[in-house]
């Protein structure tokens, strides 16, 4: 354990040495400040890096991640996160990205109980609830999980634009998109849900806010 700790510090200092040859400024642009066009919004599961699956560098994209890439609205972080990216930082887009496999939405997929993410997975199996009868009708289990984890990320999709944050930008028409992905960790390649929003005339009435 010792020895992995200690190959972390190392790794960093390869990492800038070679930041640097390629540009001797590198990190000096960097400390100026960040301006990054996308929030993503991802599971907390290390094997989906946001930048590097992308192609993104340092900069270029500001990150919020927890269990099954949720949208809660009563989780003061994320809305937090949400409104500096939207409201300081200008970004133009909001992406939600769930993964094929994720452990979070398999727990919700059971009863059993694992401590004090159920209350956590509470939410996801609220969307299951949701779909139920789309899910229940897929006999191959593993095509009914991965339909439950694309199920998910649109209604975190739906959930990000009911957000006051989200709807008083539109409603000062700032230019601001959200979307949602899947990421495959067997084959790298992401899956877009072709859920997105610019405005909120695809929700319900009850959802649309008036500022």
Known sequence: ????????????????????????????????????????????????????????????????????????????????????????????????CGHYGCGGVKAAMGQQSVGLIDNWIRHIKDVYRLHKDELNAISDEKERFDSFVEFNVKEQVFDLAKTSIIQNAWKNDQDLSVHGWVYGVGSGIIKDLEVNFSNDSQLEKVYQLNF
């Open 1 to 96: 354990m010792q020895d992995l700790y200690k190959n972390l510090i190392e790794n960093n200092k390869k990492w800038v040495e070679s930041k640097l040859k390629l540009d001797p400024e590198y990190f000096k642009k960097l400390a100026n400040g960040q301006q990054p066009p996308i929030l993503w919004i991802g599971c907390a599961d290390s094997r989906v890096p946001a930048n590097e699956i992308i192609g993104a560098e340092p900069g270029e994209v500001f990150v919020h991640r927890n269990i099954a890439n949720m949208v809660v609205h009563t989780d003061m972080n994320m809305l937090s996160v949400l409104d500096y990216a939207v409201n300081i930082l200008k970004v133009k887009h909001v992406i939600v």
